[in-house]
């Protein structure tokens, strides 16, 4: 009796005209947006060898380890495939990092910055018609589920031989939500097999388990507002009510909570802005300057250059050890107090953005944003990852390059040699592994899983003492 009911749900659903409008819908948004995501992965992939190429030719063309430390070099943070399908925070974040001896390192050159108007529409992934789409097509499907029925009679004629309610509510439930899955399903699997053609575009092994699990996520969170609908629609007496109660629901649960729970967490864990902190740096650095010039004042007071030239050659050597020395003394206090300051700032920030995720959680799209955005490794913890790993080889290169700067330095001659980059030490980036990213993302499954049973079960105790007269 309930593969009866299944499939009677299946066909009814699949030859109702919202079902054809569901599916043409999605499949043209789907396959759009693998199309414009795997184009835009690979115009990333071109301009980040290109990027790369030119920042080495900039670095050899420079014409002394001076000129080289205040210009400093650029790392690019390569792209990720999965970006293809949840496209992150990347693009607004930045994607270039400049490491020199001066300033602590950020990210600049995001694709909002160098073309504002992507700023004005953002970006068209699978994520985005998962979250605003697909969840308003699962509402369409189910609010009217129970109440419509009841409205038509159908629901008091199906009743009435003897079909009873928990196998009708089974039925109709996994019925309903094979027929929602179909528009997903069916484009996704095209999508995937267009990813594929591309020669350019190579998944690797743990690549697909993190889009099988981008995957999940997608089905959790469609299954949450299948889940919702049936339970409203179990609780109203009228179709126009239930359709009114869930789309409040849904406005509340998208775009209200998200967004009050960063304004909450701004107002409960404010922190100093970006020009404070910014401030903070250039002022200690301004003291630092101040310093090394009394220094090298004081310096050449008790170290008058000698007259005799014998003596040229040993007052050479200890000017360049005591420069050396003050170089990396200087560079160390400036290194130590960024670090400080940015480890005080970067505490903060994490507070807050911590309480605003969790604040935010609540919400089931927040928790398929927060989750996808992991495991595809386009998310806030990536960027933050990625960016860490510049500040940790900051130290490396400016000792580097202080030392290079000490050690050719030729006070004879105003003509200094050309850096040597064959000792240059590389920047080295690990990707977060997908046993990390599982576990991180384990608390918005949770969560999903937890609302799904929420709801369904409220709509199975509602349906089993629902008035069907």
Same mark, same amino acid.
């Given at each position: 009796? #309930?593969?009866?009911?299944?499939?009677?749900?299946?066909?009814?659903?699949?030859?109702?005209?919202?079902?054809?409008?569901?599916?043409?819908?999605?499949?043209?948004?789907?396959?759009?947006?693998?199309?414009?995501?795997?184009?835009?992965?690979?115009?990333?992939?071109?301009?980040?060898?290109?990027?790369?190429?030119?920042?080495?030719?900039?670095?050899?063309?420079?014409?002394?380890?001076?000129?080289?430390?205040?210009?400093? *070099?650029?790392?690019?943070?390569?792209?990720?495939?999965?970006?293809?399908?949840?496209?992150?925070?990347?693009?607004?974040?930045?994607?270039?990092?400049?490491?020199?001896?001066?300033?602590?390192?950020?990210?600049?050159?995001?694709?909002?910055?160098?073309?504002?108007?992507?700023?004005?529409?953002?970006?068209?992934?699978? *994520?985005?018609?998962?979250?605003?789409?697909?969840?308003?097509?699962?509402?369409?499907?189910?609010?009217? =589920?129970?109440?419509?029925?009841?409205?038509?009679?159908?629901?008091?004629?199906?009743?009435?031989?003897?079909?009873?309610?928990?196998?009708?509510?089974?039925?109709?439930?996994?019925?309903?939500?094979?027929? #929602?899955?179909?528009?997903?399903?069916?484009? #996704?699997?095209?999508?995937?097999?267009?990813?594929?053609?591309?020669?350019?575009?190579?998944?690797?092994?743990?690549?697909?388990?993190?889009?099988?699990?981008?995957?999940?996520?997608?089905?959790?969170?469609?299954?949450?507002?299948?889940?919702?609908?049936?339970?409203?629609?179990?609780?109203?007496?009228?179709?126009?009510?239930?359709?009114?109660?869930?789309?409040?629901?849904?406005? *509340?649960?998208?775009?209200?909570?998200?967004? =009050?729970?960063?304004?909450?967490?701004?107002?409960?864990?404010?922190?100093?802005?970006?020009?404070?902190?910014?401030?903070?740096?250039?002022?200690?650095?301004?003291?630092?300057?101040?310093?090394?010039?009394?220094?090298?004042?004081?310096?050449?007071?008790?170290?008058?250059?000698?007259?005799?030239?014998?003596?040229?050659?040993?007052?050479?050597?200890?000017?360049?050890?005591?420069?050396?020395?003050?170089?990396?003394?200087?560079?160390?206090?400036?290194?130590?107090?960024?670090?400080?300051?940015?480890?005080?700032?970067?505490?903060?920030?994490?507070?807050?953005?911590?309480?605003?995720?969790?604040?935010?959680?609540?919400?089931?799209?927040? =928790?398929?944003?927060?989750?996808?955005?992991? #495991?595809?490794?386009?998310?806030?913890?990536?960027?933050?990852?990625?960016?860490?790993?510049?500040?940790?080889?900051?130290?490396?290169?400016?000792?580097?390059?202080?030392?290079?700067?000490?050690?050719?330095?030729?006070?004879?001659?105003?003509?200094?040699?050309?850096?040597?980059?064959?000792?240059?030490?590389?920047? *080295?980036?690990?990707?977060?592994?997908?046993?990390?990213?599982?576990?991180?993302?384990?608390?918005?499954?949770?969560?999903?899983?937890?609302?799904?049973?929420?709801?369904?079960?409220?709509?199975?105790?509602?349906?089993?003492?629902?008035?069907?007269?």
């Amino acid at each position: 009796m #309930l593969r009866d009911i299944i499939k009677k749900e299946i066909q009814d659903t699949i030859m109702s005209p919202k079902f054809v409008f569901t599916f043409l819908l999605c499949t043209i948004l789907i396959l759009l947006s693998v199309y414009t995501g795997v184009n835009n992965y690979l115009a990333e992939q071109k301009e980040y060898s290109a990027a790369v190429a030119l920042n080495r030719k900039n670095l050899e063309n420079q014409q002394s380890y001076q000129t080289l430390a205040g210009l400093g *070099t650029k790392i690019n943070r390569k792209p990720e495939v999965l970006s293809t399908i949840v496209n992150g925070v990347q693009e607004a974040v930045g994607r270039v990092a400049t490491v020199n001896i001066a300033y602590d390192p950020s990210m600049i050159d995001s694709k909002y910055s160098t073309n504002p108007i992507f700023a004005v529409f953002g970006s068209l992934d699978l *994520t985005f018609i998962v979250k605003i789409v697909l969840s308003l097509f699962a509402i369409l499907f189910t609010y009217d =589920a129970i109440v419509g029925e009841k409205e038509k009679g159908t629901l008091k004629l199906s009743l009435s031989n003897k079909v009873p309610k928990d196998r009708l509510i089974l039925g109709k439930a996994i019925g309903g939500f094979i027929s #929602l899955l179909i528009p997903l399903i069916f484009p #996704l699997v095209i999508g995937l097999l267009i990813l594929l053609m591309y020669p350019n575009v190579s998944l690797s092994g743990e690549d697909w388990g993190r889009l099988a699990l981008i995957c999940l996520m997608f089905f959790l969170y469609l299954s949450v507002f299948f889940a919702l609908g049936l339970f409203i629609s179990t609780r109203t007496q009228s179709s126009s009510t239930s359709f009114l109660v869930l789309l409040f629901i849904w406005v *509340t649960f998208v775009t209200i909570i998200p967004k =009050a729970a960063v304004m909450g967490a701004r107002q409960i864990n404010p922190i100093p802005s970006v020009h404070e902190i910014t401030a903070q740096k250039d002022a200690f650095l301004q003291e630092i300057q101040k310093e090394a010039i009394e220094e090298q004042t004081n310096y050449f007071k008790e170290h008058p250059r000698p007259q005799k030239p014998e003596e040229i050659a040993k007052w050479n050597e200890d000017v360049r050890k005591w420069a050396e020395d003050l170089q990396q003394s200087l560079t160390g206090k400036i290194d130590e107090k960024n670090a400080a300051i940015e480890r005080d700032y970067q505490v903060k920030m994490r507070e807050q953005q911590n309480l605003a995720v969790n604040l935010s959680r609540i919400s089931p799209a927040s =928790a398929l944003m927060f989750g996808t955005m992991t #495991l595809a490794r386009t998310g806030i913890a990536s960027h933050e990852r990625f960016l860490n790993s510049v500040r940790s080889y900051k130290p490396l290169f400016t000792k580097w390059v202080n030392e290079k700067m000490i050690r050719t330095a030729d006070f004879d001659s105003a003509q200094q040699p050309k850096p040597d980059l064959s000792d240059m030490p590389q920047h *080295t980036f690990e990707p977060e592994g997908l046993g990390d990213s599982f576990r991180r993302t384990l608390p918005d499954i949770i969560l999903m899983i937890f609302l799904i049973l929420l709801f369904f079960i409220g709509a199975y105790v509602s349906f089993l003492r629902y008035d069907v007269r």
